[in-house]
């Protein structure tokens, strides 16, 4: 007969302390203990003492008590406090690479970010750089006595669970073994796909207090998330969780086909979507730039200036591309039953008119589209969001293991 596991009491108070972080991070202002007690379903005297200790910590601060009423003690409104815990985000992007240190009450504490053209970079050549941005992040951080909770790393491809990224084709990358190098061993970094990365700093509440950032704007817990550069990466949104897939791999819209003999593409399949909509495929299409550097922002820029000059061979290309973007993500929609779309990357270049011309477009490609009401918007965080969502996947590690955090500073 298997033995159970007795639950000891510093797995229940760590269990608390992790509920009790989770429902400031995603309540719409500041809570007082009974307002938590009342949320979490925890008695008034548990959460006095998983309070204590988390002001204790540093953690959680204490606002000024307000009367809610004419009688009675006033409350003392509890925030999350910043400054002493942070997760750190790295990214390598065909347009550049960087690192990000986040709070957890949002504050973005460092960011540094390269812009370089990677076509043709070696990955050890790429990961020493930013082993050695990390160290310079990670000193300053130290001296400051701010925990780092975990490091995070965003990659446009394929990245498996025992951390090799299959592949990356519009890097040039294929089965790269992320051990191998020191930055990845030495912080133990979670190796994730870029797409999935993005669309987590969407997320309201998913590792940082984002209340303030989304003040007054619905924001959906159901969503598909497009990436878009030169490639196309995609995520899917289920109730504020990314859906993974069986090996990681879902979301990958950029590779559905919307036409069987359209242009092959990096992937060997012919017709898909990034070959229409891709920031390469674009430009090459409209003739803005020449091939070789047809993934420029110079090149972007010229793409953008003959678009609202309405160059006929630009317009045309364009238009080829909302067709297969609708096709694309209509056909999405009608497999994963969602009705919000955040649509990121270079195409918020392209403003509002962009957008509401994809979404008139997906009701006659959505089934259902006359029970819903799809949306299709620019995502709220926009600039670097991979590189956001990598540190929130850091910061994560704390919020799911508080008091191996704490413990020594309470």
Request: net charge negative; with cysteine.
């Amino acid at each position: 007969m298997v033995s159970l596991r007795r639950i000891n009491q510093d797995d229940l108070r760590n269990h608390n302390l992790s509920v009790v972080i989770d429902t400031l991070l995603r309540a719409s202002g500041p809570m007082s203990r009974a307002d938590l007690a009342k949320e979490t379903g925890l008695t008034k005297a548990t959460m006095s003492l998983l309070v204590s200790l988390l002001i204790d910590a540093g953690v959680v601060k204490e606002g000024e008590p307000q009367n809610s009423a004419s009688y009675g003690r006033p409350s003392t409104p509890l925030m999350l406090g910043g400054g002493k815990v942070c997760g750190i985000g790295m990214q390598v992007n065909t347009d550049g690479y960087g690192c990000m240190a986040l709070d957890i009450n949002h504050d973005i504490l460092r960011h540094e970010w390269v812009d370089a053209d990677m076509s043709g970079v070696e990955p050890d050549v790429v990961f020493g750089k930013l082993d050695a941005m990390a160290k310079a992040m990670a000193e300053d951080l130290e001296s400051k006595r701010c925990i780092i909770a975990g490091v995070s790393c965003a990659l446009p491809g394929l990245v498996t669970s025992d951390k090799r990224l299959l592949m990356a084709r519009n890097l040039g990358w294929e089965n790269v073994d992320l051990t191998t190098f020191d930055v990845m061993r030495g912080y133990d970094v979670t190796p994730c796909n870029e797409a999935k990365l993005a669309a987590i700093a969407q997320i309201p509440g998913y590792a940082c207090a984002r209340a303030d950032v989304f003040d007054g704007v619905d924001c959906a817990d159901s969503f598909l998330y497009l990436s878009c550069d030169i490639g196309i990466g995609g995520a899917i949104v289920r109730d504020g969780e990314i859906v993974s897939g069986s090996h990681g791999f879902a979301g990958e819209i950029g590779h559905v086909s919307v036409s069987l003999d359209g242009p092959l593409c990096g992937c060997g399949r012919r017709g898909c979507l990034e070959t229409y909509a891709g920031r390469r495929a674009l430009v090459e299409a409209s003739g803005v730039a020449e091939k070789n550097a047809a993934s420029s922002g110079e090149a972007l820029e010229r793409l953008l200036d003959a678009w609202h000059s309405h160059d006929v061979r630009t317009v045309e290309a364009v238009g080829r591309a909302i067709d297969a973007l609708a096709s694309a993500i209509g056909s999405a929609l009608n497999l994963v039953d969602v009705d919000t779309v955040l649509l990121g990357g270079w195409w918020t270049d392209f403003g509002p008119f962009f957008y509401e011309t994809l979404e008139n477009r997906l009701e006659s490609q959505v089934l259902g589209a006359s029970d819903m009401q799809v949306s299709v918007s620019i995502p709220l965080v926009a600039d670097h969001p991979a590189l956001y969502g990598a540190a929130e996947v850091g910061l994560r590690k704390f919020i799911d293991n508080p008091l191996t955090f704490i413990t020594d500073k309470a």
